[in-house]
């Protein structure tokens, strides 16, 4: 079955780049949405963004301006990049299959902001 | 946008049937059949249980069932087990900026 496995840093210091990759297993890209999500005390869950296969993005406004989600069909991924990162960006992040509700999740990653 | 109001804590006794209410607006709940709810263990991904109000996916459990009334949506397990001990989130598509908007979340404890 599909499973999805999220990377990348689990340290960022503030001001730089949050980089998160998600791998897609025993399914392709397509035809899905694929989306970010992510989870605080703070906040609790919050959607970051989603992708379509065909490209098309859509992004929490809150978030926009400092917020990228991209595809690499031929690597059978997608990332998030955030920048210009502050605490209030430590979070569990998680990637999952769907644009309206979500069936499938990775098994999150715990991101922390902090020098 | 502010997040979809749910009660803190539920409890109940095995065998017994719960209900969690999902409060939100004529912007998100109440515009659209597009709620869903979430179970979540301690250290686990959310798990998808009920999308577009009522439906359940493959393999969940016909003791979990969703329902909508006005600006509020509800969660209700019966037969409760000592398994459905999680915290438990709404979300409902909104025709705000931002269009998915999650719930406060409800810790179900069962006695």
């Known amino acids: 079955q599909v499973q999805l496995q999220e990377s990348g840093p689990g340290l960022v210091k503030p001001s730089e780049t949050l980089s998160l990759t998600c791998a897609v297993s025993g399914g392709s890209i397509s035809p899905h949405y694929w989306t970010w999500i992510r989870q605080s005390p703070e906040k609790g869950l919050e959607w970051i963004a989603y992708?379509?296969?065909?490209?098309?993005?859509n992004y929490n406004p809150s978030l926009k301006s400092r917020v990228t989600i991209s595809l690499d069909t031929s690597k059978n991924q997608f990332s998030l990049k955030l920048t210009s990162v502050t605490a209030a960006d430590t979070a569990v992040y998680y990637c999952?299959?769907?644009?309206?509700?979500?069936?499938?999740w990775g098994q999150g990653t715990m991101v922390t902001v902090s020098s | 946008q502010s997040a979809l109001t749910q009660p803190a804590s539920v409890s109940g006794s095995p065998g017994q049937s719960i209900t969690i209410s999902c409060t939100g607006t004529?912007?998100?709940?109440?515009?659209?059949?597009?709620v869903s709810w979430y179970q979540q263990h301690p250290g686990k991904a959310p798990k998808l249980i009920i999308y577009d109000v009522n439906n359940r996916p493959s393999g969940i459990s016909d003791r979990f069932s969703g329902s909508k009334s006005g600006n509020t949506a509800s969660l209700t397990i019966s037969g409760l087990q000592a398994e459905d001990e999680a915290d438990y989130y709404c979300c409902s598509y909104t025709s705000s900026s931002t269009p998915y908007v999650f719930g406060t979340g409800t810790k179900v404890t069962v006695l």
């Open positions: 999952a299959r769907g644009g309206g509700w979500w069936s499938i």
């Open positions: 004529s912007s998100d709940v109440g515009a659209f059949n597009y």
């Open positions: 992708i379509y296969y065909t490209g098309t993005t």
